[in-house]
């Protein structure tokens, strides 16, 4: 077999994270939320449960809070500051119902793709390399999941 077929086998079956990387999201931090403009992609289920949660009809939140793609993807809008629009000076205003895309940070594809991203990443985020062991396996699946 072509040993470059060999290493590139290897490579796929042994990300540089196989042996898990720490995390743990750090209490009272928002730093994710806002600070830079951004895409917080959200799907119709969530549309409407965030809507639900906040007590406002459908059409309404789309009209205030989304950002539609001729994709048929939506976004969540974000404030001048580049601060997500939900959030307020207590944190995510609608927490429980967050989106999954802010569910799965820091395990983002753009964030796991190379360690070098990692280390970059943890400038942003005070909880990479922090605390709780997250192994390879669920990692891998979280990023499958936002194939
Ligand atoms: S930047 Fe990191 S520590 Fe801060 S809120 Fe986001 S996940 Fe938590
Ligand atoms: S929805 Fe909540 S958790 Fe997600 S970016 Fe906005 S404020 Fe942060």
Redesign the pocket.
């Known amino acids: 077999m072509d040993p470059d077929l060999i290493s590139d086998a290897h490579l796929a079956d042994s990300p540089w994270y196989k042996s898990g990387v720490k995390f743990s ?2 209490s009272g ?4 939320c806002g600070g830079a403009p951004g895409d917080v992609f959200v799907s119709r289920a969530e549309v409407d449960a965030i809507a639900a949660h906040m007590n406002i009809p459908v059409q309404e939140f789309e009209d205030s809070f989304v950002r539609h793609y001729s994709s048929g993807r939506m976004s969540l809008t974000e404030r001048r500051n580049g601060d997500c629009i939900l959030l307020n000076e207590k944190g995510c205003g609608v927490y429980d119902v967050r989106p999954q895309q802010c569910r799965d ?2 395990f983002w594809p753009e964030v796991m793709k190379s360690v070098f991203a990692w280390i970059k990443e943890a400038d ?4 990479i390399n922090v605390g709780e062991i997250h192994a390879a396996p669920k990692i891998a699946d979280l990023l499958r999941s936002q194939k």
């Not at 942003?124 to 909880?127: Q, T, V």
């Open positions: 999201c750090q931090c928002v730093r994710c940070y820091p942003r985020c005070p909880g």
